[in-house]
């Protein structure tokens, strides 16, 4: 911007000059009595004049010319600002599909829920910098959004299951005094009940993000073979997560920064 102020300067500067050169040969012809010559210098200079201050003026019209300065200087500004905005989203959509080319197939190849939360707050600047809609904001986040919810289901699945696990421990004990028969349906049963889990997030990718506040309370209430004081010792945690997943569904943002951290930590 400041090489653009100086040449602006140095043309104002140029045209001053030779304004005021066609206005001293317009007076001399006038002197001359050479009135088409005269008419014509003392045109030229005044419009060279107001053409050195044209910062002033939304336009000026002169010599077949029309310089609308004030509507070029805002669009200018507008282009500038929007070739920011893309320089901004090319950076971001750059590296995110570098990343996406580098890891996938590997081991690891998703973000974590770190790196995926500030890929989005990046996102949702640039959508809210181009003034995007609410609509267009959120269904570019929504995709974000569910992943994040996918992620913190499945911690309180690995809870669940890590729960049924001990219980079902616990039982080992008890099945040296039963029957080899009684054994077996025991054994089966306890191998049925360890599926629970994995059954409560049948067809995820379908939910809805308003769907994973209740299942979260859903998945531990319904856990088989679990005590009800371990269940009871358990379900703040659980209540916590279903009013973390509600926040998400309305704002597509974390509020529980603590939990999320605990995601990350077990990832």
């Given at each position: 911007m400041k090489i653009r102020t100086v040449q602006l300067?140095?043309?104002d500067i140029v045209l001053m000059a030779v304004g005021l050169l066609c206005l001293g040969y317009g007076a001399y012809y006038v002197a001359q009595k050479e009135l088409a010559l005269a008419v014509t210098a003392l045109g030229a200079g005044l419009v060279l004049l107001f053409a050195s201050t044209i910062d002033r003026f939304e336009s000026v019209k002169g010599l077949g010319m029309e310089a609308k300065t004030r509507k070029l200087d805002a669009t200018i500004d507008k282009a500038e600002v929007a070739i920011d905005q893309l320089k901004e989203l090319a950076e971001v959509t750059g590296a995110t599909l570098i990343t996406l080319m580098s890891t996938v197939g590997r081991h690891g190849g998703a973000p974590s829920v770190a790196e995926a939360h500030a890929l989005s707050r990046k996102v949702l600047g640039i959508l809210k910098g181009l003034k995007s809609s609410d609509e267009v904001v959120r269904a570019a986040l929504t995709p974000w959004a569910r992943a994040a919810a996918i992620d913190l289901f499945r911690e309180l699945i690995q809870s669940v299951y890590a729960l049924i696990q001990a219980e079902v421990s616990a039982m080992d004990t008890k099945m040296v005094s039963m029957s080899s028969a009684e054994q077996v349906q025991l054994?089966?049963?306890?191998q049925f009940d360890l599926g629970h889990p994995g059954r409560s997030m049948e067809n995820i990718l379908n939910w809805r993000l308003s769907e994973f506040e209740q299942k979260a309370l859903n998945l531990l209430d319904s856990a088989p073979l679990i005590a009800d004081a371990v269940r009871s010792q358990h379900r703040e945690h659980f209540v916590r997560a279903s009013?973390?997943?509600?926040?998400?569904?309305?704002n597509l943002d974390f509020r529980d920064r603590e939990l999320w951290d605990e995601v990350r930590r077990k990832e």
């Open positions: 300067g140095a043309v054994a089966k049963q306890c009013r973390e997943f509600q926040y998400l569904a309305s």
